[in-house]
C-alpha cells in the first residue's frame, strides 16, 4: 500500500495535475467517476507499472519478512522414574539456579533399598571378623595336630627301635597300631591345614567380594534415591509450574513443567524470508528489525546464518507414501539475525513479533568500475531503493503499535 501511494504521488497525481491547471478539467464535471480511467489512463497505468517494478526491485534485493519471532528454547522437567510428587520447592513462576531441587517424589522404596544394602555391607564386615577367628581356631588346630603326631611319631620310632633291638619286646599288633595312629594324626594335620586355607580363602578373596557388590548395590540404591530428586539442569525460570504434591509423574506420558534458561531467546531473531530471495539472503548483510514489544524502535541486526533447506520439504520415513499435494504453503528460508550492537535485544521478550528487512550492498561491484551503463544505473537504483525500504520500516514501526492496538494484531 505505502508503494502504490508513493507511485502514485509520481505518476497519478501530477496527471491530474497537468489535467486539471493546463486542461481546466475538474472533478464532478469533465473528470467524473466513470471517466477516471480514460481521464486519468496514462498516469494509472504508469503507477501500476512503476508500483510492480519498485515492488520487485525492494523485495529481491532487499527482503523483507513479517515472519521474525526471537524464538527462545524450553527445558522439560522430567524425572527419570515413574513417582508421584511428595514435595514442591518451587512456585508457579520461580527463578532456579543450576542445581537447585524443583521436586521429589516418593523416595520409601528408593530409601528400604539403600538401607538394604547398608545392612549387607554391614553383614559383609561382621562376616570378616568371623573369617578372622576361623583362622585363628584353624592356627591352634594345626598346632595341636602337629603336636599329636609329632608325639604318635616318636612313640612309633621308640617302639621300632626296640623291635630292632629284640623282636619280642614288641608285638606287631602294637606297631600297627602306632602306625595307623601315625596316619590318623597326619590326616588331622592336613584337614586343619585345608581348614586354614579355607578360612584364608574366604577372608581375602570371598568376602571382599561379597563386600564390594554390596557397596556396588548401595552406590546403585542412592542412585535411584537420588533420582527422586528432580534438578534444574540449567538455570533459568520455572514458568507456569502448577504440579502439586500427590501428581502422578510419567516421564513418558506427562512432564512435570517446563524450564526456560536464562537468556534464551535474547541473543537473536529467526526469520522467514520468501523463497525468491534464495539466491540474495547471504551471511553478513546488514538488516533493520522493529517488535511489538518495543514499539517506535529500529533495532540494527546483521545476518549471521541462512539455513540451506526449505523446512517445508522435509520428511520422515513412514507406512504412508509422500503426497507433493499436501504441502500447501511454500516453505520459507530459515535466516538467524543478531544484534549489530551489544544490547540491541535488550527489552525485546522472547518470543516477540517482529517485521525485519534485509540489504544487499553493491559498493564493491560498483566501486571495482568494470560494469555497463545499464549495471551500473541499476545497482544504483538498487542501493537508492535501499532508503526507501528503510523509510517504509520506519513508518510501520510508527504503524505496527497502533495497528496492534486497535486490530490486536500486526
Excluded at 583362622?135 to 621300632?160: H, N, R, W, Y
Excluded at 540404591?221 to 525460570?237: D, H, Y
Amino acid at each position: 500500500m505505502l508503494e502504490l501511494m508513493l507511485c502514485s504521488m509520481l505518476t497519478v497525481l501530477p496527471d491530474y495535475l497537468y489535467r486539471r491547471f493546463a486542461q481546466g478539467k475538474r472533478f464532478g464535471r469533465e473528470i467524473t467517476l466513470y471517466s477516471v480511467w480514460y481521464e486519468l489512463r496514462w498516469g494509472i497505468t504508469a503507477c501500476l507499472m512503476l508500483t510492480v517494478s519498485l515492488i520487485t526491485v525492494i523485495f529481491y534485493n532487499h527482503p523483507a519478512s513479517t515472519n521474525v519471532t526471537a524464538y527462545f528454547r524450553t527445558v522439560s522437567i522430567l524425572p527419570e522414574t515413574v513417582g508421584r510428587v511428595a514435595e514442591v520447592y518451587v512456585g508457579v513462576s520461580d527463578h532456579v539456579e543450576q542445581g537447585q531441587p524443583i521436586l521429589r517424589l516418593d523416595d520409601s522404596s528408593e530409601r528400604a533399598a539403600v538401607e538394604a544394602a547398608r545392612r549387607r555391607i554391614e553383614e559383609t564386615d561382621a562376616s570378616m571378623i568371623v573369617a578372622r577367628s576361623d583362622i585363628a581356631v584353624a592356627d591352634g588346630q594345626i598346632l595341636q595336630a602337629a603336636e599329636s603326631l609329632q608325639q604318635a611319631m616318636d612313640e612309633l620310632a621308640t617302639k621300632q627301635e626296640l623291635v630292632a633291638r629284640n623282636a619280642d619286646v614288641v608285638t606287631r599288633r602294637e606297631i600297627e597300631r602306632l602306625q595307623n595312629v601315625v596316619d590318623g594324626r597326619q590326616g588331622a594335620l592336613a584337614a586343619a591345614n585345608a581348614a586354614r586355607e579355607g578360612a584364608v580363602a574366604r577372608l581375602d578373596s570371598l568376602l571382599p567380594a561379597q563386600k564390594a557388590s554390596a557397596v556396588a548395590a548401595l552406590a546403585q540404591a542412592e542412585t535411584e534415591l537420588a533420582k527422586t530428586v528432580v534438578r534444574a539442569g540449567v538455570s533459568g525460570r520455572v514458568e507456569q509450574f502448577v504440579l502439586r504434591v500427590g501428581d502422578l509423574v510419567n516421564p513418558m506420558i506427562r512432564a512435570a513443567g517446563v524450564l526456560i534458561p536464562d537468556n534464551a531467546g535474547r541473543e537473536r531473531l529467526i526469520a522467514g524470508f520468501g523463497q525468491i530471495e534464495a539466491q540474495v539472503m547471504k551471511p553478513g548483510m546488514v538488516a533493520e528489525a522493529t517488535c511489538i514489544s518495543k514499539p517506535f524502535t529500529i533495532i540494527p541486526m546483521v545476518v549471521t546464518n541462512v539455513q540451506n533447506y526449505i523446512a517445508a520439504g522435509q520428511f520422515r520415513a513412514t507406512e504412508q507414501l509422500l503426497d507433493a499435494q499436501q504441502v500447501q504453503q511454500p516453505g520459507t528460508i530459515t535466516v538467524q539475525l543478531e544484534p549489530l550492537y551489544e544490547g540491541g535485544l535488550d527489552g525485546v521478550p522472547p518470543g516477540s513479533s517482529c517485521i525485519a528487512n534485509a540489504y544487499s550492498s553493491n559498493h564493491e561491484r560498483l566501486a571495482a568500475g568494470d560494469l555497463g551503463m545499464m549495471q551500473t544505473f541499476y545497482l544504483h537504483m538498487v542501493d537508492t531503493v535501499a532508503l526507501v525500504h528503510a523509510l517504509l520500516l520506519r513508518l510501520q514501526a510508527l504503524i505496527m503499535p497502533i495497528q496492534t492496538l486497535v486490530f490486536g494484531g500486526h
